[in-house]
């Protein structure tokens, strides 16, 4: 008889007096049908099936599984240059077509939505069929002069000529996340003005110049001292390729590990890498180019007389595909001055300069991003905290105006364990860090401790825990 064969010529009621015993505070033992005993294996397969369904995604998926099955999958497709940039370059020339590489981290769930939507939308294929086009999986072996861009993205993509001049950059935090988000709008609008910058290909260089990467200390990221050795330059098919692979976030932390190991202050576009032009009053419609959705009050966009319903057409003279192009022009540019603007308004064209305030980069919100955890590591000692809003400090006696930062996670292992050898604790408050007591976000506090403080020193911290101040000494690495 096999394991899913009930012999019922075999089959006898179960008596209670027989087989159980009777325990004092319980009713009586029930006596137990073939029936109910089916039906109670029915309903726990059936409950055990609704669980598995309902899970979390990222709880079931299987990382090796997905890598493997996007080879078998287009390796050999006909519109997909799998993992091959070298020869998406050589096609480029040959065929005079722009070249589109997309930049995938599988493992990761987010950015599944639109990944999919940009390999299986039919909409899309007329557009990408004007491009070659390249999937890449992982980042062991990036060219780094040439793809510098939002590492902290796990979807991302580039748009070059063929002499490998950048046409732009495409990212996007609202698919970052929502996974399941599978809207192609933005990435469709970024085709297309990448087309038209093609189209006036080479008369337009000069313009593009500023898209170009600059200089990184290394050539590749399995060369930085925290990647060397431990990666190849190839995934390990015959092995566990997950394991071998280097995600993008990885290359960000690569270039923050290579800075702070000099023991100099971290440079400040490493610790708000990428910004969001929201650090500026601006926020962007997620559907286009570069359409302005609001301008918030007293900020920099709106002493500068931006107004909702523009279109940014060129930023520092650089023309734009994306907000990820927003973003690059951003990130090069510098902590304080002014940025040159094109925007087109009622069908016109008009200049108009934004201003860059002192410290502009310290408003970014960088508390997201995976690239902050190996920050707070080195800035909090492996803590995460969140600033307590206004409506709880009057209950907890604290002011507005200053630094109370509840501890949200202190972390248990390695560097990130280096807090609570200090002492901090789960839900301490951060009332002063050093000379600092005024607020501060998380962001910014991150950022303040980077730029003015080395590895290795001690600074002297304050919390409150319950209603006691405890002087602690916060670590830096």
């Known amino acids: 008889m096999n394991a899913g064969t009930i012999n019922r010529r075999k089959l006898k009621p179960v008596h209670s007096k027989n087989r159980m015993k009777k325990i004092p505070g319980l009713p009586a033992p029930l006596r137990l049908s073939q029936n109910t005993v089916m039906k109670s294996l029915t309903l726990l397969t059936l409950l055990l099936l609704f669980l598995a369904a309902h899970a979390p995604a990222a709880a079931v998926k299987d990382r090796e599984g997905a890598v493997r099955s996007d080879k078998a999958r287009l390796e050999n497709d006909p519109r997909w240059n799998w993992n091959d940039i070298d020869g998406g370059f050589r096609l480029a020339k040959t065929t005079g077509k722009p070249l589109l590489v997309v930049l995938r981290c599988l493992p990761c769930m987010s950015c599944a939505g639109i990944d999919a939507s940009v390999l299986e939308e039919q909409e899309l294929i007329p557009l990408l069929d004007q491009f070659v086009c390249v999937r890449i999986i992982n980042a062991n072996a990036l060219d780094l002069s040439r793809f510098q861009f939002d590492y902290d993205l796990s979807f991302s993509a580039m748009l070059f000529n063929g002499d490998g001049t950048i046409y732009g950059r495409f990212g996007s935090w609202l698919h970052q996340k929502d996974p399941l988000n599978k809207t192609t709008a933005s990435f469709k609008k970024a085709l297309e003005a990448a087309l038209t910058i093609h189209q006036s290909y080479p008369a337009n260089r000069v313009a593009l110049s500023g898209k170009q990467g600059g200089p990184t200390p290394y050539q590749t990221p399995i060369e930085f001292p925290a990647l060397a050795g431990k990666y190849q330059s190839k995934l390990d098919w015959n092995g566990k390729v997950v394991a071998s692979c280097v995600h993008c976030h990885m290359v960000g932390d690569a270039f923050r590990a290579y800075y702070r190991s000099q023991s100099k202050p971290l440079p400040i576009e490493w610790i708000f890498p990428q910004p969001s032009i929201a650090t500026l009053g601006i926020t962007l419609s997620t559907d286009d180019v570069a359409k302005v959705e609001a301008v918030a009050d007293g900020s920099a966009a709106n002493a500068a007389g931006i107004q909702a319903g523009d279109i940014f057409t060129h930023l520092n003279g650089q023309p734009l595909v994306s907000i990820a192009d927003v973003s690059w022009v951003l990130h090069r540019s510098p902590d304080s001055g002014s940025l040159p603007?094109?925007?087109?308004?009622?069908?016109?064209?008009?200049?108009?300069?934004?201003?860059?305030?002192?410290?502009?980069?310290?408003?970014?919100?960088?508390?997201?991003?995976?690239?902050?955890?190996?920050?707070?590591?080195?800035?909090?000692?492996?803590?995460?905290?969140?600033?307590?809003?206004?409506?709880?400090?009057?209950?907890?006696?604290?002011?507005?105006?200053?630094?109370?930062?509840?501890?949200?996670?202190?972390?248990?292992?390695?560097?990130?364990?280096?807090?609570?050898?200090?002492?901090?604790?789960?839900?301490?408050?951060?009332?002063?860090?050093?000379?600092?007591?005024?607020?501060?976000?998380?962001?910014?506090?991150?950022?303040?401790?980077?730029?003015?403080?080395?590895?290795?020193?001690?600074?002297p911290a304050t919390v409150l825990r319950g209603q006691e101040r405890v002087e602690l000494q916060l670590p830096q690495q």
């Open 341 to 459: 603007t094109t925007v087109l308004r009622g069908g016109k064209e008009a200049a108009v300069t934004l201003d860059l305030p002192a410290g502009w980069r310290l408003k970014s919100d960088i508390g997201k991003r995976v690239g902050t955890w190996p920050m707070r590591a080195m800035a909090f000692g492996g803590m995460k905290m969140d600033d307590i809003p206004d409506e709880e400090r009057a209950s907890l006696g604290l002011d507005k105006s200053q630094m109370a930062l509840r501890v949200f996670h202190v972390g248990e292992y390695g560097e990130h364990a280096a807090a609570k050898k200090a002492g901090f604790k789960k839900d301490d408050i951060l009332i002063q860090v050093g000379d600092q007591k005024q607020r501060l976000t998380e962001s910014a506090l991150i950022g303040d401790l980077l730029l003015h403080h080395l590895p290795g020193e001690k600074i």
